[in-house]
C-alpha cells in the first residue's frame, strides 16, 4: 500500500510541477536548466570534438550530483549506533564525491570558457562547498520532481 500511495503521490507531483515555468523555478533548479538549455543548443561553429566533449562533460556532471547525493544520503543514515570505521568511510566517500563534483563543475566551467561560451552559472552557483552542495541537492530535488528527466 505505502509503495502504491508513494507512486500517485510522485505522480501527482510530478503532473503538477511540469507546468511550472523556469521563471518559477527555485534559483539552483533555474541555473541547471539553463544550463542544460545551453547544453543542448551549443553553436553550430564548435568543432564536433569540442561539443562531444562539452556534452559528455555535462553528462559527468549530472553522474557527479547524483553520486554526490547518493553519497550525503547514505551518511545521514548513520547514527549513534553505526561503527566509527563506518562513519569514516561514509565521510570520507562524501568528501570525495563533493570534492568529484567540485572538479566536475570546474572542468564543465573551462571547456565552456576556451570555446567562448556564457560561464555566469558558474559564478552563480558559487565557489564555497556549502553553495556547491546545495546546488545540488536542489537540482537533485528538481530533476526527481520531474520524473529524473535529464
Given at each position: ?8 503521490w510522485r505522480?501527482l ?42 556534452e ?25 549506533e ?32 576556451n ?36
Amino acid at each position: 500500500m505505502e509503495d502504491f500511495l508513494g507512486n500517485s503521490w510522485r505522480k501527482l507531483h510530478r503532473e503538477q510541477t511540469q507546468t511550472v515555468g523556469l521563471e518559477e523555478l527555485g534559483k539552483e533548479a533555474k541555473i541547471y536548466e539553463d544550463l542544460k538549455s545551453c547544453i543542448k543548443n551549443l553553436p553550430d561553429s564548435l568543432s564536433e570534438q569540442t561539443r562531444e566533449d562539452i556534452e559528455d562533460n555535462f553528462q559527468a556532471l549530472q553522474e557527479s550530483i547524483a553520486h554526490y547525493i547518493q553519497t550525503v544520503f547514505a551518511f545521514n543514515k548513520t547514527n549513534e549506533e553505526t561503527p566509527k570505521d563506518v562513519m569514516l568511510r561514509l565521510d570520507e566517500s562524501r568528501s570525495f564525491a563533493h570534492n568529484a563534483l567540485i572538479d566536475q563543475l570546474n572542468i564543465l566551467a573551462r571547456l565552456m570558457k576556451n570555446s567562448e561560451l556564457d560561464t555566469s552559472w558558474r559564478d552563480m552557483i558559487g565557489y564555497n562547498r556549502i553553495d556547491v552542495q546545495k546546488w545540488a541537492q536542489e537540482v537533485d530535488r528538481h530533476v526527481n520532481i520531474k520524473g529524473g528527466e535529464n
